[in-house]
């Protein structure tokens, strides 16, 4: 009798311990998603010289992802050529196809409501900052290259100001610099910024907006 209940002590103590493991880890995971969400993200966008660039990472800290064009790789060694398998797979019995729900106006609402949401919250938590930009206009003769310089600066600062009751933006420059006439640009176009986001206000609208699709049964018409 002793005997069993040192055993049944004995795996007591492991399962506990066992649980203890799974608990601290659950938390570990729960507070990494938490920092992550919290965490702000960004990324470092540049055109110069005719290369576009990407830079990606969190806390200011970025490493490159994407370059257009993109460098020069040696040649790759070809790859083999894969064997058929042997024997014909036996044909598989179709399934009959699932009736979906019908698409009605109630779940159109719900769609174009919760598009706006995630639309006005994935807007609302980026922040641009750290713009660069010096462009250099140009035309066939000096005339030309006035028209132009006058036409950019006419449609652009409308438009920043517009985009500005929506956006964050933050400039270290910008310069709009008319090139008249000469045989080589002597403004060298740049540019250049910083797009920060934080993740908690896209997820937490997010599942707010797939619980109101699986509330309103939107998921249905898709799946």
């Given at each position: 009798?002793?005997?069993?209940?040192?055993?049944?002590?004995g795996?007591?103590?492991?399962?506990?311990?066992?649980?203890?493991?799974?608990?601290?880890?659950?938390?570990?995971?729960?507070?990494?998603?938490?920092?992550l969400m919290?965490?702000?993200?960004?990324?470092?966008v540049?055109?110069?010289?005719?290369?576009?660039?990407?830079?990606?990472?969190?806390?200011?800290?970025?490493f490159?992802?994407?370059?257009?064009?993109?460098?020069?790789?040696?040649?790759?060694?070809k790859?083999?050529?894969?064997?058929k398998?042997?024997?014909?797979?036996?044909?598989?019995?179709?399934?009959?196809?699932?009736?979906?729900?019908?698409?009605?106006?109630?779940?159109?609402?719900?769609?174009?409501?919760?598009?706006?949401?995630?639309?006005?919250a994935?807007?609302?938590?980026?922040?641009?900052?750290?713009?660069?930009?010096?462009?250099?206009?140009?035309?066939?003769?000096?005339?030309?290259?006035?028209?132009?310089?006058?036409?950019?600066?006419?449609?652009?600062?409308?438009t920043?100001?517009?985009?500005?009751?929506?956006?964050?933006?933050?400039?270290?420059q910008?310069?709009?610099?008319?090139?008249?006439?000469?045989?080589?640009?002597?403004?060298k176009?740049?540019v250049?910024?910083?797009?920060?986001?934080?993740a908690?206000?896209?997820?937490?609208?997010?599942?707010?907006?797939?619980?109101?699709f699986?509330?309103?049964?939107?998921?249905?018409?898709?799946?």
């Open positions: 009798m002793n005997v069993l209940w040192s055993v049944l002590a795996i007591g103590t492991a399962l506990l311990f066992l649980l203890k493991g799974v608990g601290i880890l659950l938390v570990l995971v729960l507070v990494l998603g938490l920092l919290f965490c702000p993200f960004c990324a470092d540049q055109w110069a010289e005719g290369i576009f660039q990407v830079k990606a990472g969190a806390l200011g800290i970025t490159p992802v994407f370059r257009y064009p993109a460098p020069e790789k040696p040649e790759k060694k790859k083999e050529k894969k064997k398998a042997a024997g014909a797979q036996k044909p598989k019995k179709e399934a009959p196809p699932r009736q979906k729900a019908k698409l009605t106006l109630q779940i159109v609402c719900t769609i174009l409501k919760g598009a706006g949401k995630l639309t006005r994935i807007i609302g938590s980026l922040r641009f900052t750290r713009i660069d930009v010096v462009l250099g206009v140009r035309g066939e003769d000096p005339a030309e290259a006035a028209r132009s310089y006058g036409r950019l600066n006419a449609w652009l600062y409308p920043l100001g517009f985009l500005d009751r929506f956006l964050y933006l933050d400039f270290e910008l310069r709009l610099l008319p090139d008249f006439g000469s045989a080589e640009p002597t403004v176009d740049h250049s910024f910083r797009v920060t986001a934080r908690y206000a896209i997820v937490f609208t997010l599942l707010r907006v797939l619980y109101a699986w509330r309103e049964k939107v998921l249905d018409v898709f799946i």
